[in-house]
């Protein structure tokens, strides 16, 4: 009996000897299994990541020019005493005939401009440049009480504008222009009648496929000479 109480405990502690790492393994496995749960959240967190990042490139592709043009502060008065909002105007573009304004509202200055800043990106607008530095021809524009008149320049004589329209050609990529404005100092009235204009410049290129001929032929109108017109048309790129 003695010996069968031995082998029985002898063939018992293997057992539990087997069991133990069982249970070792079955903590392992635990262990193992939050951990993998953690590296799943952290798995996920880190495709959310990437994702943010491609949006971030596809948004970052583009580079844009923001110019803050005017901040105002309006206060309205409560019971319990005033409450302050602002408005930001902010003009973009990008610097290759494309630029767009827009206003936004809110409570806090940094809020106002990234709506401010959205509602540009919004409504951008395509200008033609001739030579991508200047106008392809004079033109005016109003709104408002607000009249603005533009001029084509010369290489070399810069932005000859004051206020919001330096803005706006700064971020369309102009580098020659002359400009007046009249009628009113209101930044508002002064940007959309900026946008009138430019709304306005037709280019060449655009003329000759609207009405069937060649941009030489138009150019020759001018009095311009056939190897001089021949020679700006090729140099027309849109």
């Given at each position: 009996?003695?010996?069968?109480?031995?082998?029985?405990?002898?063939?018992?502690?293997?057992?539990?000897?087997?069991?133990?790492?069982?249970?070792?393994?079955?903590?392992?496995?635990?262990?193992?299994?939050?951990?993998?749960?953690?590296?799943?959240?952290?798995?996920?967190d880190?495709?959310?990541?990437?994702?943010?990042?491609?949006?971030?490139?596809?948004?970052?592709?583009?580079?844009?020019?923001?110019?803050?043009?005017?901040?105002?502060?309006?206060?309205?008065?409560?019971?319990?005493?005033?409450?302050?909002?602002?408005?930001?105007?902010v003009?973009?573009?990008?610097?290759?005939?494309?630029?767009?304004?827009?206003?936004?509202?809110?409570?806090?200055?940094?809020?106002?401009?990234?709506?401010?800043?959205?509602?540009?990106?919004?409504?951008?607008?395509?200008?033609?440049?001739?030579?991508?530095?200047?106008?392809?021809?004079?033109?005016?524009?109003?709104?408002?009480?607000?009249?603005?008149?533009?001029?084509?320049?010369?290489?070399?004589?810069?932005?000859?504008?004051?206020?919001?329209?330096?803005?706006?050609?700064?971020?369309?990529?102009?580098?020659?222009?002359?400009?007046?404005?009249?009628?009113?100092?209101?930044?508002?009235?002064?940007?959309?009648?900026?946008?009138?204009?430019?709304?306005?410049?037709?280019?060449?290129?655009?003329?000759?496929?609207?009405?069937?001929?060649?941009?030489?032929d138009?150019?020759?109108?001018?009095?311009?000479?056939?190897?001089?017109?021949?020679?700006?048309?090729?140099?027309?790129?849109?």
């Open positions: 009996m003695a010996d069968e109480t031995e082998i029985q405990g002898g063939a018992a502690a293997p057992e539990a000897a087997a069991a133990a790492p069982d249970a070792a393994d079955g903590r392992g496995r635990g262990g193992r299994g939050r951990g993998g749960n953690d590296r799943g959240r952290g798995g996920r880190g495709n959310r990541g990437r994702r943010d990042d491609r949006r971030g490139a596809e948004e970052g592709g583009e580079e844009l020019i923001e110019k803050l043009v005017h901040i105002n502060r309006v206060s309205k008065t409560v019971k319990g005493g005033k409450r302050f909002g602002f408005a930001a105007l003009v973009v573009g990008d610097g290759k005939g494309r630029a767009g304004f827009g206003h936004g509202k809110a409570r806090e200055v940094p809020e106002a401009i990234s709506k401010a800043t959205a509602a540009a990106k919004k409504a951008m607008v395509r200008v033609p440049l001739k030579e991508g530095r200047t106008l392809h021809h004079d033109g005016n524009g109003h709104f408002g009480a607000g009249r603005v008149t533009l001029r084509t320049a010369p290489q070399g004589t810069g932005i000859i504008a004051g206020g919001p329209m330096r803005a706006v050609f700064e971020s369309l990529g102009v580098a020659d222009v002359v400009t007046k404005s009249v009628g009113t100092s209101n930044p508002y009235n002064m940007i959309r009648a900026t946008f009138a204009a430019l709304t306005e410049q037709t280019s060449p290129k655009s003329v000759a496929q609207r009405r069937g001929k060649k941009i030489a138009l150019l020759k109108r001018g009095g311009a000479a056939a190897a001089e017109a021949l020679a700006e048309a090729e140099a027309v790129t849109e």
